[in-house]
């Protein structure tokens, strides 16, 4: 899972620019050799979703092939090359010059294989992707059986309200690594007193015992130190003085060298802790709020393709309304915006893409449960190291089985699936806090779903649309249900409270006075008390709004235009009246 990059002892070729392309509804395109080009190809961008790039592939979810063509560097012989998909929607197939490779399940996480065997040399190399993202009851995020809710679609079975875009959504790499490479690298942060401590864990791809070495930069100094593999495997500490902390304020990074066996790999990393402590979030031991936003990756063609441009624009919208965290709603984020995030001092709720997890039948929950395991197992793996990573996430609005609108007003419902679902999000958290002991896990819970769910958090996480959803037009009325039903929460489990989604459509341009529900005045005056209440609570640990920017869905009497429109930004990033209340509140003179 280690970022390939480039330097003395390693090479990284970036494929990313048009591909052929073509849709292959019958399936017929592995028996008719398409992995070795195909006539009728049309260009596609890469990365990007397919849906937007095309008029004819927007509803199309089926399988899919993406051919390119490269020289391998001649430089690059003599080590081990491999292709690494930063992330195939749903289904992922790699074929390099004709052979089948392998296949990854799961979108939003990176995948590699090794192909040395397979390069050809001093001639072009055919690589061929094919990719499907079709809606299966058993995949996680899960789609075409009825939701509890009644479904946000009425085209494109979604169980989940964001847009299935598909195809490859980031880059699509070829690197390559000595004989005997650094294969993982794990590095924990600790605080004593004014020092820092880096915990090091080094892992070769080879059982040697052999020396390397290890070296920390960073605040004017040089800390150095020696690495004895047994086994393959190598720890050490450094210890920092006067160590710089890594904050939201300070997001300073030291580079941590790695040198083993002619290989070398640099990380960034920040030494900082995070904790839970009472009604508290702390961050190097001082209190924190995650005030901020949900998101999503999603924009005008691109959909959610990695778009720099627009991740940096962003990111100054989001410090321009004062924020400092936000949630990967509801899937991993790139791993160039999560780099982005340690540069730039955001912290994270890194989460996992059990988006509308359903509990129907004991075969179905067993198979969506290997599923989410094994996202949660590949999201620690990728993010591990980043500073900006405050909590892990399991899933996102898990959903009893009789769920049901009327639910939304707030009540727990009392569902014979509680039971199947609590077993199956417990074993999540478990795995995920087995996986990573120095930070918070949580999950993030839906309006009126059963508060069992929250017992194992080590931060209570909850989306409630009180004045939207549960008595919309009514603000007065749903202040006071917001600060019953929170101050209930707090007195039955005495943790830190993120509201992780609050929010009200929003048509942009449309004003009332009064204010009624869709105008840019209620938007505003909801967001406004939701923040107040939150202000007179000190175990409210951080507001995160839905969401930072309008963004697609799928269609339905409920998404005008195909969009949800709760941003505080539109589409095309233009501010609504209420991105100015953020500000009032969390900018800080």
Partial sequence: MLYPIQNAARNRLDLSGIWDFRADPDAIGEQAGWAHGFDNARPIAVPGSWNEQYADLFNYLGLAWYVQRSYIPAGWRGQRIFIRVGSACYFGTVYINGERVGSHAGGHLPFAFEITHLVRWDTENVIAISVEDELQPTRVPSGN????????????????????????????????????????????????????????????????TIQGALQLHGNGATISTQLHFLDGMARAELIVPAARLWSDTDPYLYTLRVGVAGDQYDLPVGIRTI??????????????????????????????????????????????????????????????????????????????????????????????????????????????????????????????????????????????????????????????????????????????????????????????????????GQLDQARAGLEQELDEVWQTFGKPIIMTEFGADTMAGMHGHPSVMWTEEYQAEYIRFHLEVAAARDFVAGMQVWNFADFAAVQSIMRVGGLNMKGVFTR????????????EFWVKT
Wanted: glycine residues 8%; proline residues 6%.
């Fill in 145 to 208: 059986i009825p939701s509890p809710i009644g479904g946000f679609a009425s085209n494109l079975r979604t169980t989940y309200d964001f847009f299935p875009f598909a195809g490859l959504h980031r880059p699509v790499v070829l690197y390559s690594v000595p004989q005997t490479y650094i294969d993982d690298l794990t590095v924990v942060s600790t605080i004593n007193g004014n020092d820092g401590m880096l915990h090091v864990t080094v892992q070769l791809n080879s059982t040697d």
């Fill in 275 to 472: 904790s839970v402590e009472g009604h508290q979030i702390l961050l190097n031991g001082k209190p924190v709020q995650l005030n901020g936003y949900g998101r999503h990756e999603d924009f005008i063609a691109s959909g959610k393709g990695l778009n720099l441009p627009l991740l940096v624009k962003d990111y100054q919208l989001m410090r321009w309304t004062g924020a400092n965290a936000y949630r990967t709603s509801h899937y991993p984020y790139s791993e160039e915006e999560m780099q982005l995030a340690d540069r730039e001092g955001f912290l994270i709720i890194d989460e996992t893409p059990a988006v509308s997890l359903q509990f129907d039948t004991d075969e179905n929950i067993a198979a969506r449960l290997q599923v989410c395991l094994q996202q949660i197992d590949e999201l620690i793996a990728r993010d591990k190291n980043h500073p900006s990573v405050a909590m892990w996430c399991v899933a996102n609005e898990p959903m009893p089985r009789n769920f049901g609108v009327g639910a939304i007003g707030g009540k727990p419902v009392d569902d014979p699936s509680a039971a199947q679902g609590k077993a199956m999000l417990d074993t999540m958290l478990a795995r995920a806090r087995t996986l990573d002991t120095t930070r918070p896990v949580t999950l993030v819970t839906i309006m009126g779903g059963p508060r069992s769910w929250m017992e194992q958090c080590d931060v209570i996480c909850m989306n409630r649309y009180w004045g939207w959803y549960a008595l919309g």
């Fill in 572 to 583: 095309t990033r233009q501010p609504k009246m209420a991105a100015h209340v953020l500000r």
